[in-house]
Each structure stands twice: as C-alpha cells, then as structure tokens.
C-alpha cells in the first residue's frame, strides 16, 4: 500500500477534480486572454500626440509648482512619445537650460528647430544657443538656411 496507493489516490482525487474545475479553468483562462487582449490593445491605441500632450500638460503644471525636476522628466516623456516635436523639444531644451546642462539643452534646441523650419523663433534660439556654446560657425550655417 506505500506509496503506489498515494499516488493512486492522488491522481483519482486529481482526475475528479480536474472534471470538476474544467469549467472554472476555462473561464480563469477566457478572462485572463480578453484581460491581456484589452491591455495590449489600449497600449498600442495610445496616440502619440496623446501622450505627448498629456507629459507637457504635466510638465507646465509641475514648472508652475517650481518643480523642476518632475516637470524635466515630464517634457523627456513628452519627447518620448513623439520625437518630431518641436514644441516639446524646444520645453526639453528650456528645463535642460535651466538645470544648466547647456549641452543637452543646445542638442534639443536644435532638433526643436529641425523639427520647425518655419518657425522663426525656433531658428533663432537654436542659434543664440550655439553663440552661447562658442559655436559659431554652427550658429552661421543656421542662420544662412
């Protein structure tokens, strides 16, 4: 009797088991697939303008509230979200100004202007920052395009 009758005896208790919680098995596995579904589903609808409006959103409001920091990592989201911004980029490029991390803000000033041509003022801050870095010779083939 041992252990072959243990076994036995687990796998009777296990095959009525298994009949009984067939049912219930399927339900736990129909909605755990339309749970993941849903979320995959809403992750892939998120429209980048979207986000992207939201992270700026945020990130006035926290520099409204003098949080600097928080309101960096908002405009980085924003960015994030949609890279071809402009207007996100030249807010990037403000908040990497004023924590005075000039390279990175004089990176996003460019690419903000890159992302703008027509905007005037978009060309001219992207060239006042290269002045300020020394970069001259950047900052007068910009102002020739």
């Known amino acids: 009797m041992g252990r ?3 076994c036995s ?14 049912p219930r098995l399927s339900v736990v596995v129909l909605v755990s697939s339309l749970l993941m579904a849903a979320t995959l589903v809403s992750g892939c609808a998120a429209d980048p303008a979207v986000l992207r409006d ?3 959103a945020k990130g006035d409001a926290l520099l409204g509230q003098n949080k600097v920091q ?7 989201l924003a960015v994030q979200a949609d890279p ?3 207007i996100a980029r030249g807010k990037l490029g403000d908040m990497y100004l004023r924590v005075n991390d000039i390279e990175r803000a004089i990176g996003e000033y460019i690419r903000a202007a890159d992302a703008m041509p027509e905007d005037a003022s978009a ?3 992207a060239g006042q ?4 870095a020394g970069r001259f010779d950047d900052a007068q083939s910009r102002a020739e395009k």
Do not use: C, K, P
């Not at 005896?9 to 067939?22: F, P, Y």
């Not at 928080?70 to 980085?76: D, G, H, N």
């Open 54 to 56: 939201r992270h700026m």
């Open 84 to 86: 071809r911004s402009g």
């Open 70 to 76: 928080e309101a960096l990592l908002e405009y980085r």
């Open 9 to 22: 005896v687990r796998l009777d208790t296990e095959s009525q088991l298994g009949s009984w919680n067939m």
């Open 123 to 125: 060309q001219v801050r």
């Open 129 to 132: 920052a290269l002045l300020i």
């Open 4 to 6: 072959n009758a243990a």
